[in-house]
């Protein structure tokens, strides 16, 4: 019963250099979200995507790009990353909208830029 | 405008103390949701409760209680008789239909407490 899985936990990255986080829930959920946490300040969701095929700004895009290929999987990009990117990263998914709905977490990526 | 404070950045307390992590929200919503998260070491963010804007109940689970007050936009939650393992940073947030977060959860900025043996 994996939930939602996170990849990769770990990366340290060169200012500028891109990567991109994989995030996949097999719970068929329709919604599912990306999240920054930063010491001091919560969770900010930076990306959401309500289907397939759709995708949505949230409150700090900035800097990021995602894709919702498929239903199961939600990428997350950084195309020139930057040292105020470092932050640990969550991805979440939910049956239907965020409204009221419980969110199931994955366990975090860890990202630094150096 | 949306949000939630949690006033207590980190609590520490010695097991089998009682303590209550507070938590007010603002919204102009008359119809929203509250929610509590549990982040333990292990990072991964766990749900504990939900309650709407319409339930004014006190919910019991355990050791777990938390207390919703409309009147003072609150939303409280207590741990009875803590134990090591309820070490963790406990997350309170808000989901409200309007208002521009098109129901996303607005997070509070987590309180961290730490249970000592």
């Known amino acids: 019963n994996a939930g939602v899985t996170q990849t990769p936990k770990f990366r340290v990255l060169k200012t500028g250099q891109s990567m991109t986080l994989l995030c996949a829930q097999d719970?068929?959920?329709?919604?599912m979200y990306w999240y920054r946490q930063d010491p001091g300040m919560g969770l900010r969701l930076i990306h959401y995507s309500v289907g397939e095929g759709t995708t949505a700004k949230g409150e700090v895009p900035d800097g990021y790009n995602v894709s919702r290929l498929k239903k199961q999987n939600f990428l997350l990009g950084l195309e020139s990353a930057a040292p105020s990117q470092t932050s640990v990263y969550f991805c979440?998914?939910?049956?239907?909208?965020?409204?009221?709905?419980?969110?199931?977490f994955g366990s975090g990526t860890q990202l630094s830029v150096l | 405008a949306q949000k939630v404070t949690q006033a207590q950045t980190e609590i520490s307390v010695v097991e089998k103390e009682d303590v209550t992590l507070d938590c007010v929200y603002e919204t102009r919503d008359t119809t929203y949701y509250l929610f509590w998260y549990k982040q333990p070491p292990s990072g991964e963010l766990v749900f504990l409760i939900r309650?709407?804007?319409?339930?004014?109940q006190n919910e019991i689970s355990g050791r777990y209680s938390w207390n919703f007050q409309k009147s003072t936009s609150s939303f409280n939650f207590t741990i009875t008789a803590s134990q090591v393992v309820d070490s963790a940073v406990y997350f309170c947030?808000?989901?409200?239909?309007?208002?521009?977060?098109?129901?996303?959860?607005?997070f509070g900025k987590g309180t961290k407490l730490s249970v000592k043996p």
């Open positions: 979440a998914s939910s049956y239907a909208g965020a409204f009221g709905e419980k969110l199931f």
């Open positions: 309650r709407n804007s319409f339930d004014e």
């Open positions: 719970m068929n959920h329709e919604y």
């Open positions: 947030a808000l989901s409200a239909a309007y208002g521009g977060s098109q129901g996303n959860l607005i």
